[in-house]
């Protein structure tokens, strides 16, 4: 294997401040499609466990949609396809003058896509509280809304910590699917060092450590917010 | 979206099925590869051997921390470096496909090992069987059949990941989709297209996966 290596690449201007800039926008992408795909998801969560059954389909129809489509092809679609299906005018301003174009859409698709899978979770949050605590809440004359806010979303919540985390580091990992409408992030950075420099395995390799590192932190941290909020006699904290 | 072209798609089915081709081998390839590692994986963790289970464990954790696409990038990079000559994007695209979903299936395996209740276990060791033999025969026959849904799923998931080998311009399904869009300036008509087919598949797939599950004994 002949290679040069040069590790002192990665410290050198300007690689040094790609890679900050990348980490930026990998964070900036991931944190804003989680604000998308957390509010979004907990409603179709809610609709899915709805009685209503209008509500419970149209749930369950955007779930079907939203995973059984690439997300690739979803954000192609939502680059290339949806302003031309806009009003002339309004897909004129989309395609021309709307800021970010590239980060936009990004984050548009990666919260509509993740919201489908959070629906998912938090379908399974509310159905581990229990038909009981439903009907309890009911019984002493809560109205249905209320028996959402006050009884089970926190508990439900508070059960799916565990793949909540799993599902924000995954939305973390998916951001670098960015870098194919020219949002150049964390990934798409390294892979730009080593077309600039081919350096490939120093750069690979920063990019590796800071998934990583990021991963393991956040795990860790939820872990202990996991412990201090667990809903006691519930399978899911006993772990 | 009155002037839909059907006759675009028509006119390069033979091209796109090409492409679908590949989509197919290469998911195929990657979930027998997968499967194989990730049942390796699966085992060393839970036989508990000191070094080795770490090393299982560490290997899946740290393959599930990171994007698919820079697995991809790195895979791409290394294996010409490694072999010393240049090989087909194919070739090295597989090899990335393999060594990241063995972490995921591995971590399947071992959840359906683990729901094998422990007397089997124990009863295959009574009557005198070695551990490979109790897994062989009695362990694992059983947890891949109550694992098959979840591999169904996962064989979805997969099909739909290797849409990603658009960063490295491997000619899939998507790929020949959009080579076209871009040539005849049909950019509706090939993404609308495309996503109809992956939904399909993919849908009928996951229907297919429920049902088994509801048909399970539990």
Not at chain 1, 65 to 74: I, S
Request: aromatic share 14%; net charge positive; with cysteine.
């Amino acid at each position: 294997m002949q290679y040069n290596w040069d590790w002192g690449i990665l410290f050198r201007d300007p690689y040094i401040w790609w890679l900050v800039d990348g980490l930026q926008w990998t964070l900036t992408i991931a944190i804003c499609a989680w604000v998308i795909a957390f509010c979004l998801g907990s409603i179709l969560g809610i609709m899915r466990t709805s009685i209503n059954p209008y509500l419970r389909f149209i749930g369950t129809a955007y779930v079907e949609l939203f995973r059984n489509v690439p997300l690739l092809v979803q954000l192609f679609l939502w680059y290339f396809v949806f302003p031309e299906l806009l009003p002339e005018e309004a897909g004129r301003w989309v395609k021309r003058e709307m800021p970010m174009p590239g980060f936009t859409t990004t984050v548009l698709a990666l919260g509509l896509y993740t919201a489908s899978r959070l629906c998912e979770q938090v379908r399974s949050g509310i159905e581990a509280v229990g038909i009981g605590q439903r009907n309890a809440g009911r019984a002493i004359g809560l109205s249905e809304t209320k028996v959402y806010i006050h009884i089970l979303l926190p508990n439900a919540y508070r059960i799916i910590i565990a793949p909540l985390t799993s599902e924000f580091l995954t939305i973390f990992k998916n951001s670098s699917l960015a870098l194919t409408i020219g949002v150049i992030e964390l990934t798409g950075m390294t892979r730009q060092i080593e077309e600039y420099t081919f350096q490939g395995f120093e750069a690979f390799t920063a990019a590796t450590v800071i998934y990583s590192l990021v991963t393991f932190t956040v795990m860790g941290f939820m872990l202990h917010l996991e412990k201090r909020l667990y809903v006691p006699g519930m399978i899911a904290a006993e772990k | 979206m009155g002037d839909f072209d059907f006759a675009i798609i028509y006119n390069n089915l033979p091209f796109l099925l090409e492409g679908m081709k590949t989509t197919l081998l290469l998911t195929v390839a990657a979930i027998f590869g997968g499967i194989v590692i990730g049942t390796v994986l699966a085992m060393i963790r839970l036989a508990n051997i000191p070094v080795l289970s770490w090393v299982a464990a560490a290997y899946v954790n740290f393959f599930r921390s990171l994007p698919l696409i820079l697995v991809i990038f790195w895979l791409y990079f290394l294996v010409p470096l490694i072999l010393g000559r240049p090989v087909g994007a194919f070739a090295s695209v597989l090899v990335a496909f393999v060594l990241f979903e063995a972490a995921y299936y591995s971590e399947i395996i071992r959840a359906g090992i683990s729901s094998i209740r422990s007397g089997q276990a124990a009863a295959a060791r009574a009557i005198g069987m070695t551990y490979s033999q109790t897994m062989r025969f009695i362990v694992l026959p059983q947890a891949f059949k109550a694992m098959i849904p979840v591999l169904l799923t996962q064989a979805i998931i997969l099909f739909q990941d290797t849409s990603l080998v658009y960063v490295v311009g491997l000619k899939d399904f998507l790929v020949s989709a959009e080579l076209i869009a871009n040539r005849d300036q049909k950019l509706i008509e090939m993404f609308v297209f495309v996503a109809v087919v992956y939904f399909t598949i993919c849908f009928a797939g996951s229907m297919i996966a429920s049902r088994i599950q509801r048909k399970l004994p539990v």
